[in-house]
């Protein structure tokens, strides 16, 4: 899509990593949904820096060598944190998203030295054979918000993720029109196979961090 594939129609959001290197995002003008970097990307991003993860001094990287996709990714964002961390990651997003999603993973190459990224289209509710054996982590952020999605969302999830898989996300609860209902709707639906757990202020990004954005880990349930 033109939109997508033209250097002149973006506008570059830097997003400052702990060890002072910065991931430069290019977002389009105009677009779809997937084109700019929402609130909840960033503070999931921010997360997956968090000690809890990644503590040079201590020698912890829990994602080092791990093998992510990242679902509804939009301009790649939470994708490229992972693998700057060295995960080996899957962006994922409409075809629609790729041009960008590429424009993305080029401009900061640089920075992934023993991770790796490729963006792929993954369409929620088909086929997920490309993505497995499970991935370790699966990552979504502010995908919660069209009703019609969903269920082929959770289906997706469900596709997806093994009994070790941990699903982190990320979503800014919206108080306006159908959001609430869309909200509750997806939670009811995933209930039916998943338990979680969410992640306290206290245990986010300390300044990349807001009371309406909540951090989820979600779980498959075991069969009995
Ligand atoms: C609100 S945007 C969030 C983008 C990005 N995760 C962020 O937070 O900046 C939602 C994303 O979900 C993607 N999406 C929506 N419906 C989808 C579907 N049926 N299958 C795959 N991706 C979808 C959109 O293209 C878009 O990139």
Redesign the pocket.
């Known amino acids: 899509m033109a939109a997508y594939s033209d250097h002149n129609n973006y506008f570059v959001r830097e997003i400052e990593k702990h060890d002072g290197s910065v991931l430069k995002v290019n977002q389009c003008h105009m677009g779809?949904?997937?084109c700019?970097?929402?609130d909840?990307?960033i503070v999931l991003a921010k997360y997956l820096e968090t000690k809890l993860f990644h503590d040079p001094s201590l020698g912890v990287n829990l994602w080092a060598g791990r093998r992510v996709v990242?679902?509804?990714?939009?301009?790649g964002?939470?994708g490229l944190m992972a693998a700057t961390l060295g995960a080996h990651v899957s962006v994922?997003?409409?075809e629609?998203?790729q041009s960008l999603l590429n424009i993305n993973i080029q401009d900061n190459h640089t920075l992934i030295h023993n991770g790796s990224i490729t963006a792929k289209v993954?369409?929620?509710?088909e086929d997920v054979s490309d993505f497995l054996p499970f991935p370790d982590y699966v990552l979504?952020?502010?995908?919660i918000?069209?009703e019609q999605?969903i269920a082929?969302?959770t289906e997706t999830l469900k596709q997806l993720a093994g009994p070790e898989t941990c699903i982190i996300c990320c979503y800014e609860q919206r108080t306006e029109g159908i959001n609430p209902k869309v909200e509750r709707q997806f939670f009811e639906l995933l209930q039916q196979s998943f338990h979680w757990e969410e992640i306290p202020l206290s245990k986010q990004d300390q300044e990349f961090s807001s009371p309406d954005i909540h951090i989820l880990h979600i779980q498959k349930n075991q069969r009995l």
């Open positions: 779809d949904v997937g700019v970097v929402w909840a990307a990242e679902l509804g990714a939009g301009t964002v939470v994922t997003d409409l629609d998203l993954l369409k929620w509710g979504l952020a502010d995908c918000y069209y999605s082929p969302l």
